[in-house]
């Protein structure tokens, strides 16, 4: 009974695994693009400043910064399960199913929620990472002829990844447990694998034996970090 | 024909005037220092120059080159600037050497993207890039120090990184940021010896200082300037010396007595 469980809990964590990996290979450059959206200082009306009332108002309005942080503050503002949910079945209620009953469109539901969900985290991570660097190596790079993507890519990225390789630790730990979640639109990862025992066969165990699988991942992942934050001990910040 | 001319330069933030009609110029080889109280404007105007700040009004030339006019904002897109600046170099307060390379790194890097660039006047192989950094850097008694990191270096062994680093792009002019206020007292003495050697070999350069005496021994010219004004100007000693204004008589005399 022990090895028919742990190879029905290995292929659930599979599901798991998958759910992470695609999750993170999305998220982590698109929560880049949220982050300088959320800092756009794009102002289409500034031409309007030296007017009164109103339309000074509107000349300080940035509208790609307004609209970043207002989905930042939906994304964030309600749980994941709710969100997965309403990209799960919200589709179908208006006439156009757009995923497949299948497990790949269900798979392909839950990724698309979770890249959505952990972009916007990420995003404000990022953020905290761009703007902790300080101005003046932007400036330096500046006087010395550099372009804004030179600045970015050979000064600013490595310094800011280094600032946030200890919250994006955490959150990326959060997210290998967030994804039984999915369970909530039956994708067979390794909780509801783990649950699925309690239904079927009347044990219990199972379940509780998945913490076992989510420990160890954890485990690898934590001496990845460790392994990150001293390949960039070589210089401070 | 001066090397540098600055014409009625106006920076304001918000509503405060932080230069008033900023005119002076600059000679091939000379090196100018400007003094004055924090709040004063000098930290503005170097920014200015180096394009870090717009001033409202005024012109820069170099070499009778018209980089900034204020009746002209056409010419200040992103791409013209970067050509415009290198006419500058910028050495800061703090620094702000690139704290994930080494001494040779950070003064090789921007060469090295210049001169990938072809529409740059900066031209040189990666090999002549790095010999000429490590010159350089030898210059500044760094010789040993080529591999190190900036947090491996002392204040004062950072700051001759950041000459070497503006001085490999051979700006025409090196403008100093009060280039020793965040140094330790005791490792002021070698960056000034450097700056010293440098205005020894006529580089043309600005120096925004509060060593008084420095100023007096190593200038050609000294500004005095005070509200965003330039309130006096002449020789070196003249100025330390021999004030003619009343404000600069003050604020000398402030110093003098520490």
């Known amino acids: 009974m022990f090895w028919t469980v742990t190879t029905t809990l290995l292929k659930g964590f599979g599901t798991t695994v998958e759910i992470f990996a695609l999750t993170l290979v999305f998220s982590l450059p698109l929560g880049l693009l949220v982050a300088f959206g959320a800092m756009s200082r794009w102002r289409p009306f500034r031409s309007l400043a030296h007017r009164g009332g109103f339309a000074k108002k509107l000349s300080g309005f940035r509208p790609v910064g307004a609209l970043t942080n207002l989905i930042i503050w939906i994304i964030r503002g309600t749980p994941l399960m709710l969100q997965l949910i309403a990209i799960f079945y919200v589709p179908g209620m208006l006439g156009h199913n757009i995923w497949k009953g299948n497990e790949t469109g269900r798979l392909t539901a839950t990724v698309v929620a979770f890249v959505i969900n952990y972009a916007c985290y990420f995003a404000v991570i990022y953020r905290g990472g761009i703007e902790g660097v300080p101005v003046g190596q932007r400036e330096a790079g500046q006087v010395l002829g550099m372009t804004k993507g030179q600045i970015f890519f050979k000064v600013t990225l490595l310094q800011m990844v280094k600032r946030i390789v200890p919250p994006m630790s955490n959150e990326i730990i959060t997210l290998v447990k967030d994804t039984s979640l999915a369970r909530i639109i039956a994708m067979y990862e390794l909780t509801f694998t783990g649950y699925s025992f309690a239904k079927s066969a009347g044990i219990t165990w199972p379940l509780f034996y998945t913490g076992v699988f989510y420990l160890l991942f954890i485990g690898i992942l934590t001496i990845l970090f460790n392994w990150v934050e001293k390949k960039l001990s070589y210089f401070r910040v | ?258």
């Open chain 2, 1 to 258: 024909m001066s090397i540098l001319e600055v014409q009625n330069l106006n920076k304001s933030f918000g509503k405060t005037r932080v230069l008033r009609d900023i005119s002076f110029s600059l000679e091939q080889g000379e090196s100018i220092a400007i003094i004055g109280s924090s709040g004063s404007g000098k930290t503005t105007l170097l920014r200015c120059l180096n394009f870090l700040e717009t001033p409202n009004g005024g012109s820069i030339r170099v070499n009778g080159e018209t980089l900034f006019d204020a009746a002209d904002p056409a010419a200040q897109s992103e791409k013209e600037i970067r050509r415009k600046r290198l006419h500058f170099g910028l050495v800061f307060q703090s620094f702000n050497l690139f704290p994930q390379y080494t001494a040779l790194e950070n003064v090789v890097l921007a060469g090295g993207l210049l001169a990938k660039d072809k529409g740059s006047a900066y031209t040189g192989t990666p090999a002549e890039i790095e010999a000429n950094a490590r010159a350089l850097l030898g210059k500044m008694g760094l010789g040993e120090k080529t591999d190190l990191y900036p947090h491996q270096l002392s204040g004062g062994q950072q700051q001759r990184v950041a000459i070497a680093r503006a001085l490999a792009l051979r700006p025409d002019i090196l403008c100093f940021d009060e280039p020793t206020s965040a140094l330790d007292p005791e490792l002021t003495g070698e960056v000034l010896r450097v700056i010293r050697s440098l205005a020894e070999q006529k580089t043309t350069m600005i120096i925004v200082t509060h060593e008084m005496a420095f100023a007096r021994d190593v200038a050609d010219r000294v500004i005095f300037m005070d509200d965003g004004v330039i309130v006096e100007q002449g020789a070196a000693r003249d100025v330390i010396d021999h004030p003619r204004e009343e404000r600069t008589r003050q604020f000398l005399s402030r110093y003098a007595e520490g």
